[in-house]
């Protein structure tokens, strides 16, 4: 969540690392430039309008976040009863995302913008999945694996 939509490359650069010069994962050895960072987060930024509630509930449905109920698939061989076990499971996580996307945006006031990034697109995109990158900010990870 941030306070606001950030203006230039440098504000958000400052927003996310402060006066970090390097900015370094979990998932790598490397010390990556913060400024190289901000220019892949601000065109990522730029190419989005803000999300909306909507949006912000289907992203959180659409994965785990910290703090969801523990989903575990049905242990039934009758189709019938794993298909309404299913169908439950499925309406109580838009239930909770619901409720956890509204407790967020009501908690934090400002602009939500979505980021994905994945340890598909090499070392430097791992650490930004999976690292501290957000963590100056309020934020929601929204795991998919």
């Known amino acids: 969540m941030f306070p606001h939509k950030p203006e230039s490359v440098e504000e958000l650069q400052k927003i996310l690392f402060g006066d970090a010069k390097t900015y370094s994962g979990d998932y790598s050895d490397h010390n990556w430039d ?13 190419a989005q309008d803000p999300c909306s509630l909507d949006a912000i509930t289907e992203a959180v449905a659409s994965g785990w976040v910290e703090g969801a109920p523990d989903w ?17 499971l499925e309406e109580s996580n838009k239930k909770f995302a619901k409720a956890h996307a509204k407790q967020f945006v009501d908690l934090n006031p400002g ?3 979505s980021f994905v990034y994945s340890d598909d697109d090499g070392d430097m995109f791992s650490d930004m999945e999976h690292g501290p990158l ?5 934020h ?3 795991s998919h694996h």
Do not use: G
């Open 72 to 88: 575990s698939c049905p242990d039934t061989r009758d189709k019938k009863e794993f298909q309404r076990l299913i169908t439950e």
């Open 34 to 46: 913060t400024e190289i960072i901000a220019k892949i987060v601000w065109n990522n930024l730029e």
């Open 140 to 142: 929601l990870q929204v």
């Open 111 to 113: 602009v939500v913008f």
């Open 134 to 138: 957000f963590d100056r900010l309020p």
